[in-house]
């Protein structure tokens, strides 16, 4: 079996197969990471597809890395945030009650199934977490990522982001024992 860096070497030397099988080891996950930024399925797919149109155009120059996952999640988290920055600028006249990708994510959040009673809680006090709190909480506890891995990926310093992750686990703690309270009144 070919290993991970090995397809980037590939790819790098203009293997067409290396990137065929990066995309489709990696699209899943990569949809799934962009889900938790916006709601915008066409912006999500696209921002995809033209990032790995990207690095075929530019496979000559591209730096060698070790683990391709993080490299394709900074590079579409960067990506995605431009556009939604582009599309809040060209969209703001013709959408005046957008309020915005953290509300996009609320929303999301809100609507989304709820399985049985633990998650209902679990999602309700998601809802009062910044969009940042929410993603290094995915990053750190559904990813399994280290605090060098989520540095690199969210842009920040070693100790921003244990505060950040820590700040987002007292305020989910004091969220979930308000839901709970609530609950326990209305019934």
Request: glycine share 2%.
């Amino acid at each position: 079996m070919i290993e991970e860096h090995q397809y980037w070497k590939n790819l790098r030397k203009g293997d067409h197969e290396s990137l065929r099988l990066i995309y489709n080891d990696e699209f899943d996950y990569l949809y799934n990471y962009c889900k938790r930024l916006t709601t915008d399925d066409q912006l999500i797919e696209d921002s995809i597809h033209d990032m790995f149109v990207y690095l075929w155009e530019k496979r000559e120059g591209l730096s060698p890395i070790d683990q391709i996952r993080p490299y394709l999640t900074v590079s579409l988290r960067r990506r995605i945030i431009k556009n939604l920055q582009n599309l809040s600028v060209t969209d703001n006249a013709d959408n005046l009650s957008n309020t915005g990708t953290d509300t996009n994510i609320q929303s999301e959040i809100i609507h989304s199934e709820l399985y049985e009673e633990k998650q209902k809680n679990i999602q309700a006090a998601l809802q009062y977490l910044s969009s940042r709190q929410r993603e290094i909480l995915h990053l750190k506890y559904e990813m399994d990522y280290d605090y060098e891995r989520i540095c690199e990926i969210m842009n920040i310093n070693y100790q921003s982001a244990r505060n950040l992750c820590n700040s987002a686990l007292s305020k989910l703690r004091k969220s979930l024992g308000m839901i709970i309270l609530l609950t326990i009144l209305m019934f």
